[in-house]
Each structure stands twice: as structure tokens, then as C-alpha cells.
């Protein structure tokens, strides 16, 4: 069988992608210099009519496939009515979709709803939440995970060194640990051992010993598509411990209740909203799943 080989970029896209590098930031990360026409569902074209799969899905945040005709149809009809208002005053779809995502949130408690305008918005508004709930500074964040390009969200992110270079000072008490991977484990253990247990215990017996006072941990920052990307090991072990161990111990001393915790918002799902339940005093079992992670 031979393998069909197609010309791309096509004409059209390199002509695109020449004028691209005149005008537009160099900032913006291309991963290859696909330049899309237009999409349906599950595929999309280019400039120069080559069909494609979409396995990226718009970073995993069109789960609705391209152009899907009821979300099109939602669109034009709302752009004919008004396109902005501005969040200084009311309108009934704001409310409704609040009053929607408040009866699929999986917490246990009403949810109170902010809305953004990208992943890292977001993320920025759960940092200011997290220390105005708490009362406290330092975070907890993995390395390996992406949480966005904002100062903020960029103390976090530890995906690449290039996002870091150049923008030193980020925000200060950001304390990295490694991702429990176990494919990939940063600490040497014993045969079988549970690499969540590992980074466990170097919070508890290092981090926090030598250098973290717990008492001033805020949250522990995680992305669920860092954590998809490792679903198959014991996460689940991992995530049960940090609820009551990383969290908890951050937030009380016995250990047996938790009087505040916090947690980014569910990014991979919900790429523009940020979600999270009302904070208050309650016991890691009352906590909304986003802070349990479990
Ligand atoms: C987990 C996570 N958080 C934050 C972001 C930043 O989102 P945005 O690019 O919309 O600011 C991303 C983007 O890929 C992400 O994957």
C-alpha cells in the first residue's frame, strides 16, 4: 500500500502564514502552520482545501465539534439582539446559564458563578479568591502543568522554560512539586511503590519542614488535563491524599477538619468559567469536588 503524500502547507497557507509573521505577535506558540478554512463537526479544511481530522479539538475546549448549528444558530441570534452590555449591568442569559451550570456542578453545596474571558482569567481570579478566602499567600503548584501566560497564572505554569524567561518577577510564593507521574517519576522509588505517595510525602517531610510554612498554603493548584494525562495510575490514591493531607495539613493541625481550601477552576471543561463553591467552613468530606480532586 503506498502512502499518499499532499502538499501542505498549500500555497495559500504559506502566503497566510508569510503575512502572519509581518504583523502578529511572536508570542503566540504555533504548532505547525495549518491555516483553517472552515470546520463541521469532528473535521476541518484549509486555505488550500485539504481535509483534516480535528484531533486537537481547539485545545480540548470544542467538545461540540466545529460549528455546531444549534451553537451557530445561538450566536446569530444573540449578536442580532446585542453583542455587549458589559458586566456593570443585568441580563436574564447570564442568569440563566448560571442557573443551568448550577444544577450540572457536581458540588454538593449552590455554586456562586464568575465568568471570564479565557483559561487564564480564570486562573487569575481563583489566585485573588483563594487569598481573599483564606487569608493567606503561599500556593502549591505541579511541575509540567500549564495554567496560563498572565503573571499570575504564569507562576504556575511549568510546562516550558521559555514561557518563564524574560518575565522574571512573576508572582512570588508560588512552590512547585513534581506531578505524580507514573511513567515518568521524578523520584526514585521502590518497585511498585505509589508515585502519589512519593510526592506526598515530599511535601509533608520536605516542603513543608524545610522550606513551605503550611499554615500559609492558600491552595494547591492543579489542572485536570495535567491530571488526565496520568488518569491510569493511582491518582485517585493521590488526590485522596492531598485532600487530606497537602490541604488539610496546609489548613489546620489536626488534620481533621479543613477549614478552608481552595482550587483552580476546572479549565479543561469549562475553558472560559471559572467555578467554584461558596467558601466556607466545612470538613474535607463537604468540600466541592473541584478542591477534593477526587
Ligand atoms: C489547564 C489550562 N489552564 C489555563 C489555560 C490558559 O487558557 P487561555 O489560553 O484561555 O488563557 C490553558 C490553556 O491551554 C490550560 O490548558
Known sequence: MSIQKYDVPGPKARAIVERDTKHTSPSYPRDYPFVIDHGRGAECWDVDGNRYIDFAAGIAVLSTGHAHPEIVKAIQQQAEKYIHISSDFYHELMVALGERINEI?????????????????????????????????????????FHGRSMGSLSFTASRFTQQERFFPTMPGVWHVPFPDPYRPLFIMPPNADAGDAVIDYIENVLFAKTLPPEEVAAVWSSRSRAKAVILSRLRTFSRACAS????????????????????????????????SRISSASPKALPRECRWG
Open 245 to 276: 493531607c497537602a490541604i488539610d495539613t496546609a489548613s489546620c493541625s489536626s488534620r481533621t477538619k479543613c477549614n478552608r481550601a481552595l482550587a483552580a477552576p476546572a479549565n479543561g471543561g469549562l475553558s472560559s468559567i471559572g467555578v467554584w
Open 105 to 145: 456542578a457536581p458540588m454538593q453545596e449552590d455554586v456562586s458563578i464568575f465568568y471570564a474571558n479565557s483559561g487564564t482569567e480564570s486562573v487569575e481570579a481563583a489566585i485573588k479568591l483563594a487569598r481573599y478566602a483564606t487569608g493567606r499567600q503561599r500556593f502549591i503548584g505541579f511541575l509540567g502543568a
